[in-house]
């Protein structure tokens, strides 16, 4: 609860800021210094994830191209969170091969918004849809209901790994029923995925062992319209980086 003789906020809790002539409201000091412990804890943040940070986020500097791109991701990441609510887009979407380090930044930005006060949750894209879907059992309690209610209204949501399974009519059109409402309300929006884009240069098609495998786009995944709405409201990280460093140490 805000102080209610606070002298920035008159008790709202919200006070007004103004930059590069725009103006808007974000949390008052007064309320933010009572949310962030309890704001953390109702993200839901996985635990393999929760001492994820900017800080200590890994920049493999023996490989040059990969340290450039991981270093300009960070910065990216950065600038999003020190700008929000400001920023130009209500949205950050993390680009990549798998292992990259896509989750650690996207956590990275939602831990910094939910210490500048705003409600946020995590959310798996696999999980959620699950969850969707049992909540068309009437013998489901209200817990499903509520994670396609979270992810409607939260503050700050954080998609990971979008599109991860294949899509069918009814997972495309949860995905856009969420994508466009958050679209619509300008809701902060933190999205991670693997899958290629054919628009950015990414190839669908490679070759295996004489023979080409056609991989599924971003578009494939979620549908046409979800994805236009995701790129026109969220800031594109790319990590151009093609090892998996989870691998790494592991002995085949």
């Known amino acids: 609860m805000p102080d209610p003789n606070c002298p920035h906020c008159e008790g709202t809790g919200w006070h007004p800021v103004e930059r590069g002539g725009v103006s808007a409201v974000e949390r008052c ?23 994820a940070s900017f800080e200590n986020f890994s920049i493999r500097r023996e490989n040059p191209l990969a340290s450039e791109s991981l270093t300009k991701a960070m910065l990216d990441a950065r600038h999003f969170v020190r700008e929000y609510p400001l920023a130009a887009k209500p949205g950050v979407l993390f680009m990549g091969v798998p292992g990259a380090g896509k989750t650690h930044l996207a956590v990275a930005v939602l831990k910094g918004l939910l210490e500048k006060g705003f409600e946020g949750i995590f959310l798996d894209y696999t999980s959620m849809l699950e969850g969707i879907l ?12 509520e994670a396609y209610q979270a992810a409607l209204d939260t503050e700050v949501v954080l998609l990971d790994d979008l599109g991860a399974r294949r899509a069918s009519d009814w997972a495309i059109d949860t995905v856009f029923s969420i994508i466009n409402h958050r679209y619509n309300q300008k809701k902060a929006t933190i999205v991670t995925t693997n899958l290629p884009d054919e628009a950015l240069g990414d190839k669908l098609a490679e070759k295996t062992e004489g023979s080409y495998r056609v991989k599924d786009s971003l578009s494939d995944r979620i549908g046409a319209r979800a994805r236009s709405r995701l790129f026109e409201m969220c800031r594109v990280v790319r990590f151009t980086v093609t090892e998996d460093y989870r691998m790494r140490g592991v002995r085949l």
Do not use: K, M, Y
């Open 29 to 51: 000091s007064c309320n933010q210094a009572r949310r962030p412990a309890s704001l953390l804890i109702a993200a839901q943040i996985p635990p393999r994830f929760e001492q």
């Open 134 to 145: 049992r909540s068309f059992d009437p013998a489901v309690g209200t817990g499903a209901r």
